[in-house]
């Protein structure tokens, strides 16, 4: 699979792999069997990073999270939305891995 997948837009966006392996050097690895709460961190974090940032669709997202449903993905967009609110330090390294990304 291409480490980088071209948009219509003529520009390019972060795969699926770089996503999870910058959040993997932050929180470990969340493509695992089961559900330990730092594996689904790290998880949900992805997730959440693939379809805001990465511009992924949670379909292509659940497939690559060890064929998880879609509706699983939306959840994990919509806690990591909630708790960026509330959680100063999730935020702060939400930002810092997406500033690592996009630069």
């Given at each position: 699979?291409?480490?980088?997948?071209?948009?219509?837009?003529?520009?390019?966006?972060?795969?699926?792999?770089?996503?999870?392996?910058?959040?993997?050097?932050?929180?470990?690895?969340?493509?695992?069997?089961?559900?330990?709460?730092?594996?689904?961190?790290?998880?949900?974090?992805?997730?959440?990073?693939?379809?805001?940032?990465?511009?992924?669709?949670?379909?292509?997202?659940?497939?690559?999270?060890?064929?998880?449903?879609?509706t699983t993905v939306?959840?994990?967009?919509?806690?990591?939305?909630?708790?960026?609110?509330?959680?100063?330090?999730?935020?702060?390294?939400?930002?810092?891995?997406?500033?690592?990304?996009?630069?």
């Amino acid at each position: 699979m291409n480490h980088r997948a071209e948009r219509g837009t003529g520009t390019w966006r972060l795969s699926l792999e770089q996503i999870e392996a910058t959040v993997a050097d932050h929180l470990g690895n969340g493509r695992v069997p089961g559900n330990q709460a730092a594996a689904c961190l790290s998880r949900q974090v992805s997730m959440y990073l693939a379809k805001n940032v990465g511009g992924w669709s949670t379909t292509r997202i659940g497939r690559f999270y060890n064929g998880r449903h879609h509706t699983t993905v939306l959840h994990a967009v919509e806690k990591i939305e909630r708790l960026r609110q509330t959680d100063e330090s999730l935020n702060a390294l939400v930002e810092v891995i997406t500033a690592e990304r996009t630069t």
